[in-house]
């Protein structure tokens, strides 16, 4: 059974939103922080933004700064990525992926448990 799973990718006009959801095993929801990274063709996975095990510490990319809301609820085993104000260069594949400590960073490295992904493309 897979420890984190997505959802919520599509397909959306510039300046639309969408909003991604994790599902995450009880395990882990119970002990990690949790990131979403994207990943767009030709291009290296980078940080999107990050949330600590009590999820009342984020960080974010500045280029998302300001349109992205991370968020988490550990009763139901949730985590989000709430999308405003999408831009084509945010097309990507975006992942889920947790830590195996309370508060992590932005490196991919740091996070040790990942989804598979879910497309998210922004047309202009």
């Known amino acids: 059974q897979a420890e984190l799973v997505e959802s919520g990718g599509g397909l959306v006009q510039t300046g639309g939103s969408l909003k991604l959801s994790c599902t995450v095993s009880e395990r882990i929801s119970s002990k990690s922080a949790m990131a979403w990274f994207r990943q767009a063709p030709d291009k290296d996975r980078e940080f999107v933004a990050s949330?600590?095990?009590?999820?009342?510490?984020?960080d974010a990319a500045a280029s998302v700064k300001g349109r992205f809301t991370i968020s988490r609820n550990n009763a139901e085993n949730t985590m989000s990525l709430q999308m405003t104000s999408l831009k084509p260069e945010d097309t990507a594949i975006y992942y889920c992926?947790?830590?195996?400590?309370?508060?992590?960073?932005?490196?991919?490295?740091?996070?040790?448990?990942w989804g598979q992904g879910t497309q998210v493309t922004v047309s202009s």
């Open positions: 949330v600590d095990l009590s999820g009342s510490v984020t």
């Open positions: 992926a947790a830590a195996k400590t309370r508060w992590a960073g932005t490196r991919w490295h740091e996070y040790v448990f």
